[in-house]
């Protein structure tokens, strides 16, 4: 055991050497040139000039789990964690290879690193005492590598905004109405899927749909957030009913009741009482990972246009699959589950991942919860209120998670499946995230569904994905919706998707991603939705 001690402590002081040498040099590779028109910055709070994203490639799982708490020690922000090694290149084409196939590398890890500055002062007495601990310790894995991937993040952010300004501007849009919505054909269009939009627009969006297709899009009201926002989703099927407005609002249980749930048994096949299934798709637990939120819309608009219109539709799927999922299901399809965090990242702070409610112990310091930590299922509470993945004081204590969960185990909804939108990584995912040990009763069709849904995303672009079980891809975490999803609501078809791309933008992708992303990614839901009808004979 003194030996193992020893060399975890090793592993510690290589991980430290090597964020302090990357830190150091973060900022001193020029980024690809951009105009100046292109560089333009619109207003922020938060500036990133000089942050850079350094991709770190560990050799051992111990260095991976050193590196990230490493990294958690420090407040550094971890983009992104696989247990898989990494292309050395970043082209748009790179995909995480499975652990089986590593040659001795074994964990990928991006960081934010800041400029060169007192931070690296800190990283230095850090690296000091790592050197006290290590003593004679022998080296039993190489040394992580390093490679610098985005030299700095502030342009990508100002291009990213420009481009969502230009393909803005000069769009004009009149609110529709159930009554109206014939004498505007064209509004809910294409042209929406150019850019990247915030919150307010995607509420008029969302009634734009509801009104155009009344009998199969309603709009509808979840909960709401700690600083009043409705979280709101398009409801998609054939008979859908409308109240005012076109729009209805979903009650929560109480967060007491909610946390001291028991377990929602399994039912047998879904629907099979004639009734539709319910199926819920969410995006944006994460407040910066934009794209998920855009892929979402542009599933909801692309399955409702062809389905029901004639309007020709470059979407990778045919009117009669359409069609079939719109009788089959209910979708629920949720773009914004962290409106306020959102919100955050279109005013203040591009980078924001967590939500905004107020640290219960010290308002105002290191505020909000990383909602994706925050589900009731195998809850591992943080001590550390300033880590972006802090997951709260105790399970549910964020509204967020709360609404959507309750949504989700209302009996009325029916809802038999899941799938939550994230990014970046090109992964496919199911249970568990907590435990590779857990038992997963569903895991041959699970697997099979999975490799079905990677082929057909694939078909559309080129573009790889991987699939398999979140523990086995990524790093261990507690608290998720997916392992909630199936683990406690019992939802048998419960999958995570990591969207584009493998770093070469990260969270930044332009907004001329939007389309080839939903596109690939429709394809491969529309692929998991037949597959769940046929498996239970629909």
Known sequence: MAW??????????????????????????PFLPVSADKAHELPHAANFSGHSLVRFQTNSLDQLHTLLSEADQR????????????????GSRLAPQRPENQKGEFGCVDIRLPPKGADADDLVESLSSR???????????PPPTSQTIIDDIQILISEQEWQ??????????????????????????????????????????LSELAAKYPDHASKVEIGQTHEGRAIIALKVGSGQSHSVGGETTHENVSAEAKRKGRRLERSGSPGNDGSKIGFVI??????????????????????????????????????????????TFDLTIIPLSNPDGYAYTWENNRMWRKNRQPNEKFPGFCDGVDINRNWGFHFASSLNPCSESYAGSEPFSAAEPLAISSYISDPANKVKGYVDLHSYGQL???????????????????????????????????????????????????????????GQAGLKWSFALELRDSGTY???LPPSEIRPTGEEVGSALVYILSFIAKKERR
């Not at 407040?75 to 970043?90: E, H, I, M, N, P």
């Not at 697997?447 to 523990?471: F, N, P, Q």
Request: with cysteine; proline share 3%.
């Open 428 to 486: 496919l995912m199911f249970p568990y995230s907590y435990s590779c040990q857990a038992p997963l009763p569903d895991e041959e069709d699970l697997t099979e569904v999975a490799l079905g849904a990677v082929k057909a995303l694939r078909d559309v672009h080129k573009r790889s994905y991987t699939s398999g079980k979140i523990c086995e891809i990524l790093y261990d975490a507690a608290g998720s919706s997916i392992d909630w999803s199936y």
């Open 131 to 141: 050197v006290t601990l290590a003593g004679g310790s022998r080296v039993v894995a």
């Open 75 to 90: 407040g550094l922000d971890v983009w992104s964690a696989r247990k898989s090694k990494c292309s050395s290149q970043t």
């Open 164 to 205: 969502t300004h230009l393909g803005n501007e000069g769009r004009t849009r009149q609110p529709l109405s159930l009554k109206n919505a014939q004498a505007y054909p064209g509004q809910a269009d294409d042209t929406w899927h150019d850019g990247y939009h915030n919150y307010d627009d995607i509420s008029n969006y």
């Open 506 to 508: 990260g969270f930044l």
């Open 4 to 29: 193992l001690r020893s060399t975890h402590a090793v592993s510690y002081l290589l991980v430290a050497a090597l964020i302090l040498q990357v830190s150091v040099r973060a900022a001193q590779t």
């Open 282 to 327: 969410s995006a944006e637990q994460h407040a910066r990972e934009w794209i998920s939120t855009s892929t979402a819309l542009f599933f909801a608009d692309k399955l409702l246009q062809v389905g029901l219109s004639d309007t020709p539709s470059d979407a990778p799927w045919t009117k009669e699959e359409a069609l079939q999922i719109l009788d």
